[in-house]
């Protein structure tokens, strides 16, 4: 075999590798599977749910994060008279809640969410899945003339109330003394404000970052906010050296994942600037 035939053989083999292995010779990132994964996995045949980040912890002893979560099914609309819509003696049979036990969460995960106590991490709406972070109900259920209707405050403000027949939703995203605003529900200003400049697009915690784990209203009876200030500061530096260590080694959620590929959204700068930043919260 002359010269000229050994080259063209070493070129071939290379573009052959080349072609195997896709053309691209940067590392792909390794993915840290969330509970929030096995959800999707688990309801992938349920067109319309919501998943709530109901409390967070981390055992200091054994050196583990852990998430619980509040499940919203939502099945078909029930045909209901305004009188049977406002009975605040009914139960709605159309909502399904369940709750899971508490499970483990890899740091880069819990850091993701860290802000987010009481927040809507998944949504997924007439089989769209939705995994930006925003205050819980704001999509599916506030602004649904199915649950309730806008109201008008004594001071002229616009805010979302329920039916009687779906109060436990009123506890649920709220929270049993929800006053933000001087009234009860959200202000119809902040989910015009979602709605039209992040659903869809990116994290949302409202006007005055008043939603999720930064709340002195609706997480009061979680695990999480009984903590101590002191021990949140050191789960917050704990965490975020381990989820270092664990990106350095390639690794990341499909949540931050998608961030870093939403760099050409026009909504990105400004509402991230605005929608998240940094600590556990009070």
Known sequence: MNKFSTLFLSLF????CVISCGGNTEQRPKFVKSPVDN???????????????????????????YHKYR????????????????????????IKVETTDWL??????FEDHQNDLGMTILNKENGVLDKNSAPAGANGYVGN?????????SNGSSFWAFYGRYRLMSDLFFGPRYGYGGYYGY?????????RNYRGRTDYYGRNNQYGSRSKTTNTNTSWNKKPSSFKSKV????????SSLKSRGYTSSKSYSKTTRNTNRFSTSSTSRGRSGGFGK
Do not use: F
């Open 145 to 153: 003339p199915q649950y309730g209707q806008w109201q008008t405050h």
């Open 71 to 94: 499940i919203l099914l939502q099945k078909s609309k029930p045909n209901l008279t305004r009188e049977q819509l406002q009975d605040t003696t009914a139960q709605a049979t159309d």
């Open 236 to 243: 917050q530096s704990k965490v975020r050296q381990s989820s």
């Open 39 to 65: 959800l999707i996995t688990k309801y992938i045949d349920v067109n319309n749910y919501t998943v709530i980040l109901a409390d967070m912890d981390y055992k200091e002893d054994i050196d583990k994060y």
């Open 187 to 195: 202000p119809r200003n902040d989910w015009n404000d979602y709605r």
């Open 13 to 16: 083999s290379v573009c052959l």
């Open 104 to 109: 483990e969460v890899s740091p880069i995960i």
